[in-house]
């Protein structure tokens, strides 16, 4: 099961700090194996080995070791801190930063040289969930173009762009019907649920039989809350 918080352009390095540590000792403290990460700011990047329970991960990358990329960070940047774990595709740069999937698959590319774990973020925008669910899956598909599916340390996250931040998360049924369609295709790649998980509503999408896990923004910025969550998405697992 993967818990995954995504701080976006939250805490400082001060906050971030005091968050991994909170989450790396409760994760000490805690009997059962999670597969746990958390993407900071780059600007708030730290050691990755001063949190052994915690998979620090970042929101984004230049894909080149370094060079003339003017705000971006490369793989040199990445190293120097230990992060092997990326986010790729999420809705807000595809939109807010207008990444082309041309550039998203280069992105994915070289983060697969590099052997780094992936959470590959695809999701809809509500014109196209209002067409319903044959419109929903061919436009997920299509943000697949020139991914390599079969990479072994991929996580898939479903993010419905419309849900991202709003407070309303996708109606449960709605959730199944794309996981299980991702997961006819993708058989053995974890699939993550984003957009709006909270303490609320994470048990009944964590139950759902094709989801390994959410990837959460607001509810994860308070260092309790997110174990909260963990402890959730654990205990669905210990029910299985
Ligand atoms: C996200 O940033 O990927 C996300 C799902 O955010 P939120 O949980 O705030 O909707």
Known sequence: MIT???FKVNHTRESTASYLEALNLFLDAYSTHCDVRV??????FLKADLYPHVKLGAQNFYPAVNGAYTGE?????LNEFGIK???I???????TLRETQDFIAKKYAFAKENGWEIIYCIGEPKDVRRNGFEAVAQYLL???EDIDTDYDKLSIAYEPIWAIGTGVSAEIKDIAEVLDMLKSRFKSTPLLYGGSVNTENLRQIISLKSCGGALIGNAALDAANFCKLIQIAQNVQKEE
């Open 73 to 77: 960070i490369g793989s040199q940047q």
């Open 142 to 144: 299509d943000e697949f």
């Open 89 to 95: 595709g999420h809705s807000e740069r595809r939109v």
């Open 4 to 6: 995954a918080a995504n």
């Open 85 to 87: 774990n990326v986010l």
């Open 39 to 44: 993407y900071p700011a780059a600007s708030s």
